[in-house]
């Protein structure tokens, strides 16, 4: 039986032992992979060096998951998509740990608009349309071609050369 009746209060306790530890104090940290980023995240804080931790992982495989979209945590994820706490939408876990907020990132799984570009939601038919108002091609008043970025939930890639990218226009 722990004296710690959960993982807040431990973590508390940690914070203590830190504040006054000394000069060369070296930690080992054992446990699930979300409390091994917890304690990590506190030890960095007391500005312990990473040649000065050391980490186990054993127990559960669940993580710790931030939604992008409104910025809560969801404990004990054990899938790749997963229902946010706060928002509930769809996330996809990504790849991505993020030290300083100890989770993995989740981002929305199935967006509105699978291909966008950065400065507009609306730029493939909008801004095409204006263009040709306005006499100019669509590729000349639009330089954003080559920053596409893919949001799809299968995560695939654009074509690799600048040719096949812009075909479909």
Known sequence: MSPFPDTASLLDAFRLVL???LMG???YVAGPESFIG???KIALQFDLNKDEI???EVGTLARRVYCIHCRTTTENVRTNIVSCAG???SLLV???YSRRLAAYMGVMSMPKHPVTCRRSWRCTSERRANARRRGRGHRASHTLIKHFK?????GGALP???AARTSSW
Not at 150 to 154: G, H, T, V, Y
């Open 160 to 162: 690799a050369s600048p």
């Open 38 to 40: 917890l304690a990590m």
């Open 19 to 21: 504040d006054e530890s």
């Open 94 to 96: 990504r790849d991505h």
């Open 54 to 56: 050391r980490a186990e």
């Open 25 to 27: 104090t070296r930690l």
């Open 150 to 154: 893919l949001a799809s939930a299968d």
């Open 87 to 89: 928002c509930a939408r």
